[in-house]
T-cell receptor, first 112, second 110 residues
Framework: DTGVSQNPRHKITKRGQNVTFRCDPI?????LYWYRQTLGQGPEFLTYFQNEAQLEKSRLLSDRFSAERPKGSFSTLEIQRTEQGDSAMYLCASADTDTEAFFGQGTRLTVV | DAKTTQPPSMDCAEGRAANLPCNHS???????VYWYRQIHSQGPQYIIHGLKNNETNEMASLIITEDRKSSTLILPHATLRDTAVYYC???????????FGTGTRLQVFP
């Protein structure tokens, strides 16, 4: 197993465009998390899946953000009508019921 | 909000022990102390966790005070590759997510 994989690693987009990020968790991990991290801050929780069910969403996840995990395996995070304030590192993590969370390398988004 | 307080930065000489403190004075009886670190431009990496007993693994040791209101992560022989931000996190058994604070930036120097 190669760990949690995130694609793309970097994304530059123009303000107002839509972007989609993908996360492939560790095989058979039933929990998947999305976090956002800005410079100098710790990661901030966005949302969490247990298999395909989205169980919790942070108030940070505005209406422009949507996350899916259709078959309980990979997940996508979409940001519509991007704003400059969306520029950040987006981190994905996965875990099994009794294991610690393993993080991917993240997707760095720059909105210009 | 994060339930922990950590110094913003620390320095350590290569080869010496790095002792990173964490205060969690409001910790509950069923809450664990977790430590993660984040090397520049990478995702956070799990280090160790404990409830009330001291723990040791191949990466580090975790010392939790008897009253559980504080803990110390010990890297016994710091190397340059240990330069990172270290996060101390309190997490309950029923908590499904990790809440990160701003962590301690450890700089290991030659």
């Amino acid at each position: 197993d190669t760990g949690v994989s995130q694609n793309p690693r970097h994304k530059i987009t123009k303000r107002g465009q839509n972007v989609t990020f993908r996360c492939d968790p560790i095989s058979e991990h039933n929990r998947l998390y999305w976090y956002r991290q800005t410079l100098g801050q710790g990661p901030e929780f966005l949302t969490y899946f247990q298999n395909e069910a989205q169980l919790e969403k942070s108030r940070l996840l505005s209406d422009r953000f949507s996350a899916e995990r259709p078959k309980g395996s990979f997940s996508t995070l979409e940001i519509q009508r991007t704003e400059q304030g969306d520029s950040a590192m987006y981190l994905c993590a996965s875990a099994d019921t009794d294991t610690e969370a393993f993080f991917g390398q993240g997707t760095r988004l720059t909105v210009v | 909000d994060a339930k922990t307080t950590q110094p913003p930065s620390m320095d350590c000489a290569e080869g010496r022990a790095a002792n990173l403190p964490c205060n969690h004075s409001t910790i509950s009886g069923n809450e664990y102390v977790y430590w993660y670190r984040q090397i520049h431009s990478q995702g956070p990496q799990y280090i160790i966790h404990g409830l009330k007993n001291n723990e040791t693994n191949e990466m580090a040791s975790l010392i939790i005070t008897e009253d559980r209101k504080s803990s110390t992560l010990i890297l016994p022989h710091a190397t340059l590759r240990d330069t990172a931000v270290y996060y101390c996190i309190v997490r309950g058994v029923g908590d499904d997510k990790l809440i990160f604070g701003t962590g301690t930036r450890l700089q290991v120097f030659p």
